[in-house]
Protein backbone atom coordinates (compact mmCIF):
# COMPACT_ATOMS: atom_id res chain seq x y z
CA UNK A 1 0.00 0.00 0.00
CA UNK A 2 2.52 2.42 0.78
CA UNK A 3 4.16 1.91 -2.76
CA UNK A 4 1.26 2.34 -4.49
CA UNK A 5 -1.09 4.52 -2.99
CA UNK A 6 0.34 7.61 -3.40
CA UNK A 7 0.70 7.36 -7.17
CA UNK A 8 -2.63 6.97 -7.56
CA UNK A 9 -2.92 10.62 -6.83
CA UNK A 10 -1.25 11.46 -10.21
CA UNK A 11 -2.63 13.31 -12.62
CA UNK A 12 -2.76 12.53 -16.83
CA UNK A 13 -2.51 9.46 -18.94
CA UNK A 14 -0.09 8.04 -16.77
CA UNK A 15 -1.49 8.81 -13.11
CA UNK A 16 -4.70 7.40 -14.96
CA UNK A 17 -2.84 3.96 -15.45
CA UNK A 18 -1.38 3.65 -11.83
CA UNK A 19 -4.17 4.31 -10.20
CA UNK A 20 -5.91 1.80 -11.72
CA UNK A 21 -3.07 -0.60 -10.84
CA UNK A 22 -2.82 1.05 -7.44
CA UNK A 23 -6.21 1.02 -6.35
CA UNK A 24 -6.20 -2.58 -7.51
CA UNK A 25 -3.80 -4.00 -5.38
CA UNK A 26 -4.15 -1.62 -2.75
CA UNK A 27 -7.55 -3.33 -1.82
CA UNK A 28 -6.22 -6.77 -2.37
CA UNK A 29 -2.80 -6.03 0.50
CA UNK A 30 -5.82 -4.84 2.42
CA UNK A 31 -7.80 -7.64 2.45
CA UNK A 32 -5.08 -10.01 2.69
CA UNK A 33 -3.51 -8.16 5.44
CA UNK A 34 -6.69 -8.51 7.25
CA UNK A 35 -7.08 -12.32 6.77
CA UNK A 36 -3.55 -13.00 7.52
CA UNK A 37 -4.09 -11.31 11.00
CA UNK A 38 -6.99 -12.70 11.66
CA UNK A 39 -8.44 -15.96 10.08
CA UNK A 40 -4.84 -17.53 9.55
CA UNK A 41 -3.94 -17.76 13.09
CA UNK A 42 -7.23 -19.41 13.81
CA UNK A 43 -7.02 -21.72 10.79
CA UNK A 44 -3.70 -22.48 11.91
CA UNK A 45 -4.93 -23.16 15.62
CA UNK A 46 -7.67 -25.64 14.20
CA UNK A 47 -5.34 -27.33 11.33
CA UNK A 48 -1.60 -27.40 12.59
CA UNK A 49 -0.55 -30.31 15.26
CA UNK A 50 1.37 -30.28 18.19
CA UNK A 51 4.72 -31.66 17.93
CA UNK A 52 7.48 -32.65 15.15
CA UNK A 53 6.65 -34.90 11.79
CA UNK A 54 9.28 -36.54 9.77
CA UNK A 55 8.20 -36.14 6.46
CA UNK A 56 7.86 -38.70 4.27
CA UNK A 57 8.13 -39.61 0.89
CA UNK A 58 8.99 -36.83 -1.79
CA UNK A 59 8.98 -34.20 1.05
CA UNK A 60 11.38 -36.20 2.60
CA UNK A 61 13.65 -35.48 -0.58
CA UNK A 62 12.42 -32.22 -1.33
CA UNK A 63 13.64 -31.60 2.75
CA UNK A 64 17.23 -32.96 2.11
CA UNK A 65 17.29 -30.93 -1.05
CA UNK A 66 16.44 -27.95 0.17
CA UNK A 67 18.48 -28.09 3.47
CA UNK A 68 21.91 -28.65 1.33
CA UNK A 69 20.39 -25.71 -0.62
CA UNK A 70 20.31 -23.51 2.55
CA UNK A 71 23.59 -25.07 3.15
CA UNK A 72 25.34 -23.72 0.43
CA UNK A 73 23.54 -20.13 0.87
CA UNK A 74 24.60 -20.15 4.04
CA UNK A 75 28.60 -21.01 3.10
CA UNK A 76 27.92 -18.16 0.23
CA UNK A 77 26.93 -15.08 2.91
CA UNK A 78 29.89 -16.22 5.04
CA UNK A 79 31.92 -16.14 2.11
CA UNK A 80 30.56 -12.63 0.89
CA UNK A 81 31.10 -11.42 4.61
CA UNK A 82 34.14 -11.96 4.56
CA UNK A 83 35.22 -10.36 1.52
CA UNK A 84 33.36 -7.14 1.82
CA UNK A 85 35.35 -6.25 -1.77
CA UNK A 86 34.54 -8.79 -3.76
CA UNK A 87 30.52 -7.49 -2.67
CA UNK A 88 31.27 -4.26 -3.76
CA UNK A 89 32.77 -5.32 -6.60
CA UNK A 90 29.85 -7.57 -7.54
CA UNK A 91 27.33 -4.66 -7.03
CA UNK A 92 29.41 -2.31 -9.10
CA UNK A 93 28.99 -4.48 -11.97
CA UNK A 94 25.41 -5.33 -11.20
CA UNK A 95 24.78 -1.43 -11.44
CA UNK A 96 26.58 -0.40 -14.32
CA UNK A 97 25.17 -3.48 -16.08
CA UNK A 98 22.23 -2.53 -15.70
CA UNK A 99 22.82 0.98 -16.71
CA UNK A 100 23.96 -0.28 -19.65
CA UNK A 101 20.43 -2.70 -20.21
CA UNK A 102 18.10 0.09 -19.59
CA UNK A 103 20.04 2.41 -22.13
CA UNK A 104 20.06 -0.38 -24.74
CA UNK A 105 16.08 -1.75 -24.13
CA UNK A 106 14.40 0.48 -26.37
CA UNK A 107 11.13 2.54 -24.97
CA UNK A 108 7.43 2.52 -26.13
CA UNK A 109 4.68 4.46 -24.11
CA UNK A 110 2.89 0.89 -24.83
CA UNK A 111 3.16 -2.22 -26.64
CA UNK A 112 1.42 -2.97 -29.83
CA UNK A 113 -1.25 -4.57 -29.46
CA UNK A 114 -3.04 -7.21 -31.52
CA UNK A 115 -6.21 -6.10 -31.32
CA UNK A 116 -7.85 -7.85 -34.56
CA UNK A 117 -8.13 -5.13 -37.05
CA UNK A 118 -6.00 -3.48 -39.07
CA UNK A 119 -6.38 0.30 -40.11
CA UNK A 120 -5.32 1.74 -44.09
CA UNK A 121 -5.00 5.65 -44.94
CA UNK A 122 -5.44 6.24 -48.48
CA UNK A 123 -4.48 9.40 -49.87
CA UNK A 124 -4.60 10.30 -53.13
CA UNK A 125 -2.69 13.34 -55.52
CA UNK A 126 -4.77 16.52 -54.42
CA UNK A 127 -8.15 17.11 -55.97
CA UNK A 128 -8.14 13.41 -57.23
CA UNK A 129 -12.16 12.85 -57.67
CA UNK A 130 -14.40 10.57 -55.41
CA UNK A 131 -14.39 7.96 -58.24
CA UNK A 132 -10.81 7.54 -58.77
CA UNK A 133 -10.62 7.57 -54.63
CA UNK A 134 -12.97 4.36 -54.90
CA UNK A 135 -11.23 3.11 -57.90
CA UNK A 136 -8.26 2.73 -55.86
CA UNK A 137 -9.60 1.64 -52.74
CA UNK A 138 -11.25 -1.00 -54.50
CA UNK A 139 -8.01 -2.39 -55.63
CA UNK A 140 -6.66 -2.65 -52.12
CA UNK A 141 -10.14 -4.59 -50.87
CA UNK A 142 -9.31 -6.88 -53.20
CA UNK A 143 -6.24 -7.33 -52.23
CA UNK A 144 -6.87 -7.50 -48.13
CA UNK A 145 -9.43 -10.00 -49.16
CA UNK A 146 -6.66 -12.10 -50.60
CA UNK A 147 -4.78 -12.44 -47.16
CA UNK A 148 -5.37 -15.58 -45.29
CA UNK A 149 -6.45 -13.68 -42.10
CA UNK A 150 -8.74 -11.48 -43.82
CA UNK A 151 -12.37 -11.70 -42.07
CA UNK A 152 -14.21 -8.56 -43.16
CA UNK A 153 -13.90 -5.04 -43.69
CA UNK A 154 -15.38 -1.63 -44.12
CA UNK A 155 -14.50 0.97 -46.48
CA UNK A 156 -14.77 5.07 -46.98
CA UNK A 157 -14.18 7.15 -49.37
CA UNK A 158 -13.66 10.81 -48.96
CA UNK A 159 -12.83 10.47 -45.15
CA UNK A 160 -9.54 11.51 -43.86
CA UNK A 161 -9.23 9.89 -40.66
CA UNK A 162 -6.23 11.82 -39.84
CA UNK A 163 -7.55 15.36 -39.52
CA UNK A 164 -11.60 14.32 -39.23
CA UNK A 165 -12.25 16.23 -43.11
CA UNK A 166 -14.20 14.97 -45.63
CA UNK A 167 -11.74 14.97 -48.55
CA UNK A 168 -11.89 13.67 -51.91
CA UNK A 169 -8.56 12.43 -52.38
CA UNK A 170 -8.47 10.64 -48.98
CA UNK A 171 -10.51 7.31 -47.79
CA UNK A 172 -10.19 4.91 -45.13
CA UNK A 173 -10.56 0.67 -44.36
CA UNK A 174 -11.16 -0.59 -41.49
CA UNK A 175 -9.76 -4.46 -41.85
CA UNK A 176 -11.39 -7.18 -39.44
CA UNK A 177 -9.06 -10.19 -38.70
CA UNK A 178 -10.22 -13.30 -37.83
CA UNK A 179 -10.24 -14.67 -34.20
CA UNK A 180 -7.27 -15.32 -32.23
CA UNK A 181 -7.40 -18.85 -32.29
CA UNK A 182 -7.42 -18.72 -35.87
CA UNK A 183 -4.14 -16.64 -35.97
CA UNK A 184 -1.61 -18.45 -33.56
CA UNK A 185 0.91 -18.35 -36.33
CA UNK A 186 3.07 -15.07 -36.29
CA UNK A 187 2.73 -14.34 -40.16
CA UNK A 188 -1.11 -14.01 -39.37
CA UNK A 189 -0.79 -11.39 -36.38
CA UNK A 190 -2.03 -7.89 -36.97
CA UNK A 191 1.68 -6.29 -37.03
CA UNK A 192 2.32 -9.30 -40.04
CA UNK A 193 -0.86 -8.28 -41.77
CA UNK A 194 -0.63 -4.66 -41.62
CA UNK A 195 2.70 -4.72 -43.31
CA UNK A 196 1.81 -7.43 -45.85
CA UNK A 197 -1.12 -5.06 -47.09
CA UNK A 198 1.51 -2.77 -47.20
CA UNK A 199 3.95 -4.29 -49.28
CA UNK A 200 0.80 -5.35 -51.17
CA UNK A 201 -0.56 -1.17 -51.99
CA UNK A 202 2.83 -0.45 -53.12
CA UNK A 203 1.65 -2.29 -56.58
CA UNK A 204 -1.26 0.27 -56.73
CA UNK A 205 -0.14 2.99 -58.51
CA UNK A 206 -2.95 5.70 -58.70
CA UNK A 207 -2.53 5.96 -54.63
CA UNK A 208 -0.33 5.79 -51.88
CA UNK A 209 -2.08 3.49 -48.83
CA UNK A 210 -0.80 2.78 -45.74
CA UNK A 211 -1.97 0.00 -43.45
CA UNK A 212 -1.00 0.33 -39.61
CA UNK A 213 -2.20 -1.18 -36.29
CA UNK A 214 -4.22 0.91 -34.31
CA UNK A 215 -3.51 2.83 -31.04
CA UNK A 216 -2.34 0.74 -28.45
CA UNK A 217 -4.47 3.29 -26.14
CA UNK A 218 -7.54 4.07 -27.35
CA UNK A 219 -8.52 7.23 -28.01
CA UNK A 220 -4.88 8.87 -27.80
CA UNK A 221 -5.01 8.81 -31.11
CA UNK A 222 -6.79 7.90 -34.75
CA UNK A 223 -4.27 5.32 -35.57
CA UNK A 224 -0.96 3.88 -34.19
CA UNK A 225 2.01 4.74 -34.83
CA UNK A 226 3.43 8.48 -34.29
CA UNK A 227 1.80 11.36 -34.97
CA UNK A 228 2.81 15.26 -34.90
CA UNK A 229 3.14 18.30 -36.61
CA UNK A 230 5.84 20.65 -38.29
CA UNK A 231 4.61 23.99 -36.99
CA UNK A 232 5.44 27.38 -38.87
CA UNK A 233 6.40 29.75 -35.87
CA UNK A 234 7.40 32.68 -38.08
CA UNK A 235 3.70 33.63 -40.26
CA UNK A 236 1.15 32.22 -42.44
CA UNK A 237 3.34 31.03 -45.44
CA UNK A 238 1.45 27.98 -46.45
CA UNK A 239 4.01 27.25 -49.76
CA UNK A 240 7.18 27.31 -47.10
CA UNK A 241 5.21 25.30 -44.94
CA UNK A 242 4.72 22.18 -47.11
CA UNK A 243 8.71 22.73 -48.30
CA UNK A 244 9.77 22.51 -45.05
CA UNK A 245 7.58 19.47 -44.03
CA UNK A 246 8.81 17.37 -47.72
CA UNK A 247 11.89 18.33 -46.48
CA UNK A 248 11.75 16.54 -43.29
CA UNK A 249 9.76 13.61 -44.94
CA UNK A 250 12.60 13.34 -47.71
CA UNK A 251 15.44 12.59 -45.18
CA UNK A 252 13.25 10.56 -43.07
CA UNK A 253 12.27 8.28 -45.68
CA UNK A 254 16.37 7.17 -46.14
CA UNK A 255 16.54 6.11 -42.76
CA UNK A 256 15.55 1.88 -42.15
CA UNK A 257 13.90 3.00 -38.58
CA UNK A 258 11.07 4.75 -39.92
CA UNK A 259 8.21 3.33 -42.18
CA UNK A 260 5.55 5.19 -43.98
CA UNK A 261 5.87 8.65 -42.65
CA UNK A 262 4.13 10.76 -44.97
CA UNK A 263 1.88 14.16 -44.72
CA UNK A 264 -2.00 14.83 -44.73
CA UNK A 265 -0.71 18.16 -45.58
CA UNK A 266 -0.56 19.78 -49.74
CA UNK A 267 -0.46 23.58 -50.33
CA UNK A 268 -1.21 22.57 -53.81
CA UNK A 269 -4.75 22.05 -54.28
CA UNK A 270 -6.21 23.03 -57.31
CA UNK A 271 -8.89 25.61 -56.00
CA UNK A 272 -11.29 27.98 -57.29
CA UNK A 273 -11.25 31.48 -56.53
CA UNK A 274 -14.29 34.35 -56.93
CA UNK A 275 -14.02 38.01 -56.54
CA UNK A 276 -16.54 39.87 -55.55
CA UNK A 277 -16.89 43.62 -56.45
CA UNK A 278 -18.14 44.58 -53.34
CA UNK A 279 -19.11 48.34 -54.39
CA UNK A 280 -21.06 46.89 -57.73
CA UNK A 281 -22.95 44.36 -55.04
CA UNK A 282 -24.01 47.54 -53.20
CA UNK A 283 -24.89 49.12 -55.91
CA UNK A 284 -27.54 46.30 -57.28
CA UNK A 285 -28.52 45.93 -53.67
CA UNK A 286 -26.72 42.64 -52.98
CA UNK A 287 -26.06 41.35 -49.78
CA UNK A 288 -22.72 39.85 -48.95
CA UNK A 289 -24.45 37.43 -47.09
CA UNK A 290 -26.79 36.69 -49.72
CA UNK A 291 -23.60 35.82 -52.11
CA UNK A 292 -22.21 33.62 -49.43
CA UNK A 293 -25.19 31.60 -49.20
CA UNK A 294 -26.16 31.50 -52.80
CA UNK A 295 -22.05 29.73 -52.80
CA UNK A 296 -22.40 27.52 -50.46
CA UNK A 297 -25.71 26.23 -51.51
CA UNK A 298 -24.67 25.51 -54.99
CA UNK A 299 -20.85 24.28 -55.01
CA UNK A 300 -20.57 23.72 -51.70
CA UNK A 301 -23.09 22.24 -49.02
CA UNK A 302 -25.82 24.43 -47.42
CA UNK A 303 -26.59 23.45 -43.83
CA UNK A 304 -31.10 24.07 -43.58
CA UNK A 305 -31.89 22.45 -40.09
CA UNK A 306 -32.62 19.26 -38.66
CA UNK A 307 -35.72 17.17 -38.43
CA UNK A 308 -36.68 13.61 -36.89
CA UNK A 309 -38.53 10.70 -38.12
CA UNK A 310 -38.82 7.11 -36.59
CA UNK A 311 -36.60 7.89 -33.43
CA UNK A 312 -33.79 9.52 -35.29
CA UNK A 313 -32.54 12.82 -36.16
CA UNK A 314 -31.47 13.69 -39.76
CA UNK A 315 -29.84 16.71 -40.84
CA UNK A 316 -30.94 18.86 -44.41
CA UNK A 317 -28.51 20.14 -46.32
CA UNK A 318 -28.95 22.00 -49.67
CA UNK A 319 -26.56 21.13 -52.53
CA UNK A 320 -26.83 21.70 -56.31
CA UNK A 321 -26.35 17.71 -57.89
CA UNK A 322 -22.91 17.37 -59.54
CA UNK A 323 -23.92 17.98 -63.19
CA UNK A 324 -24.84 22.06 -62.48
CA UNK A 325 -21.16 22.21 -60.24
CA UNK A 326 -18.66 20.23 -61.86
CA UNK A 327 -16.63 23.17 -63.78
CA UNK A 328 -16.13 26.83 -63.24
CA UNK A 329 -18.24 27.99 -65.94
CA UNK A 330 -21.43 26.73 -64.21
CA UNK A 331 -21.23 29.92 -62.06
CA UNK A 332 -22.61 31.90 -65.10
CA UNK A 333 -25.81 29.70 -64.08
CA UNK A 334 -26.39 30.73 -60.26
CA UNK A 335 -28.27 33.76 -59.63
CA UNK A 336 -28.38 35.77 -56.84
CA UNK A 337 -31.59 38.30 -55.47
CA UNK A 338 -31.21 41.68 -55.24
CA UNK A 339 -32.81 44.15 -52.95
CA UNK A 340 -36.23 44.82 -55.10
CA UNK A 341 -36.30 41.20 -56.01
CA UNK A 342 -34.75 40.51 -59.59
CA UNK A 343 -32.07 38.32 -60.49
CA UNK A 344 -28.84 38.93 -61.51
CA UNK A 345 -26.25 36.70 -62.52
CA UNK A 346 -23.50 35.80 -60.19
CA UNK A 347 -21.12 36.71 -63.19
CA UNK A 348 -22.28 40.22 -63.46
CA UNK A 349 -20.66 40.96 -59.80
CA UNK A 350 -18.02 38.38 -59.93
CA UNK A 351 -14.70 37.19 -61.28
CA UNK A 352 -13.62 33.62 -60.98
CA UNK A 353 -9.94 32.80 -61.28
CA UNK A 354 -7.42 29.49 -60.53
CA UNK A 355 -5.24 28.84 -58.49
CA UNK A 356 -3.71 26.74 -55.76
CA UNK A 357 -3.88 26.13 -51.79
CA UNK A 358 -4.33 23.99 -48.94
CA UNK A 359 -7.83 22.50 -48.81
CA UNK A 360 -7.21 21.86 -45.02
CA UNK A 361 -5.46 24.31 -43.00
CA UNK A 362 -4.84 23.08 -39.30
CA UNK A 363 -3.31 24.72 -36.51
CA UNK A 364 -1.32 23.42 -33.28
CA UNK A 365 -0.35 25.32 -30.53
CA UNK A 366 -2.36 28.53 -31.89
CA UNK A 367 0.79 28.13 -34.98
CA UNK A 368 -0.06 27.06 -38.77
CA UNK A 369 0.93 23.40 -39.06
CA UNK A 370 1.06 20.36 -41.04
CA UNK A 371 0.39 16.72 -39.97
CA UNK A 372 2.98 14.16 -39.85
CA UNK A 373 2.82 10.65 -39.39
CA UNK A 374 4.08 7.65 -39.70
CA UNK A 375 5.29 3.87 -37.49
CA UNK A 376 8.50 2.38 -36.80
CA UNK A 377 9.78 -0.26 -39.00
CA UNK A 378 9.97 -3.43 -37.63
CA UNK A 379 12.08 -4.52 -35.09
CA UNK A 380 12.14 -1.10 -33.78
CA UNK A 381 10.22 0.88 -30.80
CA UNK A 382 8.15 4.10 -30.98
CA UNK A 383 10.27 5.49 -28.63
CA UNK A 384 13.59 5.01 -30.91
CA UNK A 385 11.28 6.63 -33.81
CA UNK A 386 10.30 9.52 -32.27
CA UNK A 387 14.15 10.33 -31.26
CA UNK A 388 15.12 9.73 -34.85
CA UNK A 389 12.56 12.04 -36.11
CA UNK A 390 13.28 14.52 -33.46
CA UNK A 391 17.22 14.27 -34.77
CA UNK A 392 16.01 14.66 -38.35
CA UNK A 393 13.92 17.90 -37.41
CA UNK A 394 16.82 19.62 -35.84
CA UNK A 395 19.01 19.09 -38.64
CA UNK A 396 16.91 19.89 -41.31
CA UNK A 397 13.96 22.09 -40.52
CA UNK A 398 14.41 25.88 -41.30
CA UNK A 399 14.66 28.46 -38.91
CA UNK A 400 10.97 29.02 -37.78
CA UNK A 401 10.47 26.02 -38.02
CA UNK A 402 9.52 22.96 -35.16
CA UNK A 403 8.49 19.67 -34.70
CA UNK A 404 5.88 18.97 -31.73
CA UNK A 405 3.84 15.65 -31.13
CA UNK A 406 0.46 15.15 -30.49
CA UNK A 407 -1.60 12.45 -28.95
CA UNK A 408 0.23 9.34 -28.26
CA UNK A 409 3.34 10.11 -29.04
CA UNK A 410 3.08 13.18 -26.71
CA UNK A 411 1.75 11.43 -23.85
CA UNK A 412 5.48 8.80 -24.30
CA UNK A 413 7.27 11.46 -23.96
CA UNK A 414 5.60 12.76 -21.07
CA UNK A 415 5.70 9.53 -19.39
CA UNK A 416 9.27 9.13 -19.49
CA UNK A 417 9.80 12.21 -17.38
CA UNK A 418 7.26 10.78 -14.54
CA UNK A 419 9.17 7.43 -14.05
CA UNK A 420 11.82 8.33 -12.52
CA UNK A 421 9.65 10.25 -9.89
CA UNK A 422 7.11 8.02 -9.50
CA UNK A 423 9.88 5.19 -9.01
CA UNK A 424 11.62 7.09 -6.39
CA UNK A 425 8.42 8.16 -4.48
CA UNK A 426 7.78 4.24 -4.15
CA UNK A 427 11.27 4.33 -3.03
CA UNK A 428 10.85 7.04 -0.38
CA UNK A 429 7.84 5.72 1.08
CA UNK A 430 9.31 2.39 1.69
CA UNK A 431 12.30 4.41 3.63
CA UNK A 432 9.89 6.82 5.94
CA UNK A 433 7.89 3.57 6.66
CA UNK A 434 11.03 1.51 7.40
CA UNK A 435 12.55 4.65 10.10
CA UNK A 436 9.18 5.37 11.56
CA UNK A 437 9.54 1.19 12.62
CA UNK A 438 13.22 0.66 13.47
CA UNK A 439 13.39 4.11 14.62
CA UNK A 440 16.84 4.59 12.67
CA UNK A 441 17.23 6.48 9.29
CA UNK A 442 20.28 3.78 8.64
CA UNK A 443 18.86 0.44 8.95
CA UNK A 444 16.25 1.31 6.29
CA UNK A 445 18.98 1.50 3.97
CA UNK A 446 19.54 -2.35 4.03
CA UNK A 447 16.30 -3.12 2.79
CA UNK A 448 16.09 -0.36 0.42
CA UNK A 449 19.75 -1.72 -1.20
CA UNK A 450 17.95 -4.88 -2.29
CA UNK A 451 15.89 -2.74 -4.98
CA UNK A 452 18.52 -2.61 -7.65
CA UNK A 453 18.61 -6.23 -7.87
CA UNK A 454 14.94 -6.45 -8.58
CA UNK A 455 15.19 -3.80 -11.27
CA UNK A 456 18.72 -5.48 -12.96
CA UNK A 457 16.24 -8.41 -13.01
CA UNK A 458 13.25 -7.01 -15.16
CA UNK A 459 15.45 -4.96 -17.12
CA UNK A 460 17.52 -7.96 -18.16
CA UNK A 461 14.39 -9.99 -18.61
CA UNK A 462 13.07 -7.86 -21.14
CA UNK A 463 16.18 -7.33 -22.46
CA UNK A 464 16.45 -11.04 -23.09
CA UNK A 465 13.14 -11.34 -24.82
CA UNK A 466 13.15 -8.20 -26.74
CA UNK A 467 10.53 -6.24 -25.35
CA UNK A 468 10.30 -2.52 -24.66
CA UNK A 469 10.06 -0.31 -21.47
CA UNK A 470 6.71 0.67 -21.47
CA UNK A 471 4.00 1.95 -19.34
CA UNK A 472 3.42 -1.82 -18.59
CA UNK A 473 7.19 -2.38 -17.31
CA UNK A 474 7.01 0.75 -15.08
CA UNK A 475 3.91 -0.18 -13.19
CA UNK A 476 5.86 -3.79 -12.91
CA UNK A 477 8.71 -1.89 -11.69
CA UNK A 478 7.04 -0.31 -9.12
CA UNK A 479 5.67 -3.32 -7.79
CA UNK A 480 9.02 -4.65 -7.74
CA UNK A 481 9.94 -2.18 -5.03
CA UNK A 482 7.41 -3.60 -2.42
CA UNK A 483 8.22 -6.91 -3.22
CA UNK A 484 12.01 -6.72 -2.86
CA UNK A 485 11.68 -5.18 0.44
CA UNK A 486 9.53 -7.52 1.78
CA UNK A 487 12.43 -9.81 1.02
CA UNK A 488 14.51 -7.92 2.67
CA UNK A 489 12.27 -7.31 5.92
CA UNK A 490 12.53 -10.66 6.72
CA UNK A 491 16.01 -10.88 7.39
CA UNK A 492 16.88 -7.37 8.35
CA UNK A 493 13.91 -7.52 10.96
CA UNK A 494 14.81 -10.86 12.56
CA UNK A 495 18.70 -9.46 12.28
CA UNK A 496 17.72 -6.52 14.55
CA UNK A 497 15.76 -8.52 16.97
CA UNK A 498 18.44 -11.07 17.61
CA UNK A 499 21.17 -8.05 17.35
CA UNK A 500 19.23 -6.23 19.89
CA UNK A 501 17.92 -9.04 22.12
CA UNK A 502 19.91 -11.70 21.67
CA UNK A 503 23.19 -10.15 21.83
CA UNK A 504 24.67 -11.59 18.87
CA UNK A 505 26.86 -9.62 17.09
CA UNK A 506 25.91 -8.09 13.98
CA UNK A 507 27.67 -10.76 11.81
CA UNK A 508 26.28 -14.01 13.49
CA UNK A 509 22.56 -12.04 13.48
CA UNK A 510 23.09 -10.90 10.10
CA UNK A 511 23.78 -15.08 9.21
CA UNK A 512 21.22 -16.73 11.69
CA UNK A 513 18.14 -14.29 10.24
CA UNK A 514 19.38 -15.23 6.84
CA UNK A 515 19.32 -19.27 7.73
CA UNK A 516 15.70 -19.13 9.56
CA UNK A 517 14.06 -16.81 6.71
CA UNK A 518 16.06 -18.48 3.23
CA UNK A 519 12.58 -21.13 3.34
CA UNK A 520 9.95 -18.76 3.89
CA UNK A 521 11.61 -16.00 1.51
CA UNK A 522 11.97 -18.79 -1.41
CA UNK A 523 8.47 -20.36 -1.24
CA UNK A 524 6.54 -16.81 -1.01
CA UNK A 525 8.65 -15.71 -3.95
CA UNK A 526 8.22 -18.63 -6.19
CA UNK A 527 4.57 -18.73 -5.66
CA UNK A 528 4.28 -14.85 -6.16
CA UNK A 529 6.61 -16.01 -9.44
CA UNK A 530 4.50 -18.86 -10.63
CA UNK A 531 0.95 -16.66 -10.16
CA UNK A 532 2.58 -14.44 -12.73
CA UNK A 533 4.25 -16.96 -15.25
CA UNK A 534 0.89 -16.98 -17.42
CA UNK A 535 1.10 -13.37 -17.74
CA UNK A 536 4.64 -13.79 -19.18
CA UNK A 537 3.28 -16.79 -21.78
CA UNK A 538 -0.30 -15.62 -22.41
CA UNK A 539 -2.00 -15.29 -26.28
CA UNK A 540 -4.36 -13.67 -27.68
CA UNK A 541 -5.90 -10.31 -26.87
CA UNK A 542 -3.85 -7.74 -24.66
CA UNK A 543 -1.31 -10.78 -24.77
CA UNK A 544 1.60 -8.00 -25.80
CA UNK A 545 0.76 -6.16 -22.40
CA UNK A 546 0.75 -8.98 -20.06
CA UNK A 547 3.86 -10.18 -21.38
CA UNK A 548 5.40 -6.49 -20.54
CA UNK A 549 4.67 -6.52 -17.08
CA UNK A 550 4.83 -10.70 -16.59
CA UNK A 551 8.18 -10.72 -18.01
CA UNK A 552 9.74 -7.42 -15.78
CA UNK A 553 7.77 -8.96 -12.82
CA UNK A 554 9.43 -12.21 -13.09
CA UNK A 555 12.75 -11.53 -14.04
CA UNK A 556 13.32 -9.00 -11.03
CA UNK A 557 11.71 -11.24 -8.65
CA UNK A 558 14.54 -14.05 -9.93
CA UNK A 559 17.35 -11.60 -8.96
CA UNK A 560 15.75 -10.06 -5.93
CA UNK A 561 15.50 -13.70 -4.53
CA UNK A 562 18.29 -15.64 -5.82
CA UNK A 563 20.85 -12.88 -5.81
CA UNK A 564 19.92 -10.37 -3.54
CA UNK A 565 19.58 -12.45 -0.94
CA UNK A 566 23.12 -13.62 -0.77
CA UNK A 567 24.02 -9.67 -0.02
CA UNK A 568 21.21 -8.52 1.98
CA UNK A 569 23.31 -9.73 5.47
CA UNK A 570 25.90 -7.41 4.16
CA UNK A 571 23.78 -4.51 3.80
CA UNK A 572 22.06 -5.01 7.29
CA UNK A 573 25.73 -5.08 9.04
CA UNK A 574 26.99 -2.23 6.49
CA UNK A 575 24.06 0.06 7.60
CA UNK A 576 23.90 -0.95 11.49
CA UNK A 577 27.36 -0.19 11.59
CA UNK A 578 27.03 2.98 9.91
CA UNK A 579 24.29 3.90 12.29
CA UNK A 580 26.48 3.10 15.48
CA UNK A 581 29.13 5.25 13.97
CA UNK A 582 26.63 8.36 13.67
CA UNK A 583 25.55 7.69 16.90
CA UNK A 584 28.78 7.34 18.77
CA UNK A 585 29.91 10.82 16.50
CA UNK A 586 27.24 12.22 17.66
CA UNK A 587 27.54 11.45 21.32
CA UNK A 588 31.32 12.54 20.97
CA UNK A 589 30.20 16.03 19.99
CA UNK A 590 27.59 16.14 22.17
CA UNK A 591 29.96 15.95 25.32
CA UNK A 592 32.39 18.34 23.47
CA UNK A 593 30.23 20.62 23.26
CA UNK A 594 28.99 20.17 27.07
CA UNK A 595 32.29 20.47 28.12
CA UNK A 596 33.12 23.51 25.82
CA UNK A 597 29.88 25.19 27.40
CA UNK A 598 31.27 24.30 31.35
CA UNK A 599 34.82 25.69 30.35
Known amino acids: NAVFLPVAFLGGLVGEMYRQFAITIAVSVTISGFVALTLTPALCARLLKPGEVEPRGLLRYFDAWFGRLTGQYMRGIAWLMRRSAVAVAVIGVMLVAT ?12 PDEDQGYVVAIAALPPAASLQRTNAVLRQFDEASMAHPAYLNNITVAGFDILTGAQ ?47 PPAIEGLSNTGGFEGFVQARTGNDYVALEAATQKLLAAAAQRPELRGVGTSYSS ?27 LQSTFGAYYVNDFNRDGRVYRVHLQSEGAFRAHPEDL ?24 TGPDVIERFNLFPSARLFGEPAPGYSSGQALEIMEQLAAEHLPEGYSLAWSGQSYQEKTSRQSTGMLFGLAVLMVFLILAAQYERLTLPFA ?25 YLQIGLVTLVGLAAKNAILIVEFAAHMHREGGMSLAQAAIEAARLR ?16 PLAISTGAGAASRHSIGTGVIGGMLAATFIAVLFIPQFFVWTARAGEWIRQWASERRAAVRHTSEA
Not at 268 to 293: C, F, H, T, Y
Not at 333 to 347: E, S
Not at 453 to 468: K, N, Q
Not at 522 to 532: K, R
Open 167 to 213: RSNAGVSFISLKDWSERRDESLSAQAVASALFAAAMQIKDGFIFSLS
Open 518 to 533: FRPIIMTSLAFTLGVL
Open 99 to 110: WGIVRTVPSALA
Open 268 to 294: QVPRVRVDVDVEKAKMLGISMDDVNVT
Open 332 to 355: RDVHVRTANGTMVPLTAIATVGEG
Open 447 to 471: VILAVPFAVFGAFLAVWLRGLYNDL
